[in-house]
């Protein structure tokens, strides 16, 4: 039989290069949701997080993903609205990926993400406004199995942030 031992808060694993992923986020309802995000991707080694309104973090919430005294942080860019933002992302030459329920979504379990990825994610009741999905090369989604018809906004965005770094493991 196997023994296990905790091991709290083990050294950060280190990428071979930079992670190329970009999280652009529409002005949620929440800031508790933002903070839970910016968590998730501090933990991916997400390095630029892209919103827009009035987002606050919440430190207890986001630990030490902002925290400036971390070479390899993130940082967070508040715009006034969006669209602005992904358009110069694109230009940058990011394929910009929506996480939402469309007609035309994919499923995110088979989805090949690019490497220069801008993951976008909406609003928790209006999700991506139809300026910005006219903006995505690509839509996907997480299918549901039950009730409710979808993940709230910061569970779905780990779950995509896992995906692309199942797929990118080395950064």
Known sequence: MTEFAHERHKPQSLLQRERALVVACAPLRTNVNLSRIVRAAGCCGVRRIVCCGHAKVIGKIARDALDPENPAGLSLEVHRTLAPALVKLREDGYQL??????????????????????????NERQGLDDDVLRLMHDVVEIPVYGLPYAHNVATATAMALYEYCRQFPEG
């Open 97 to 122: 990926v929506g996480l939402e329920q469309t007609t035309g979504s994919k499923c995110l379990y088979t989805f090949p993400f690019q490497r220069r990825t801008a993951l976008v994610v909406g």
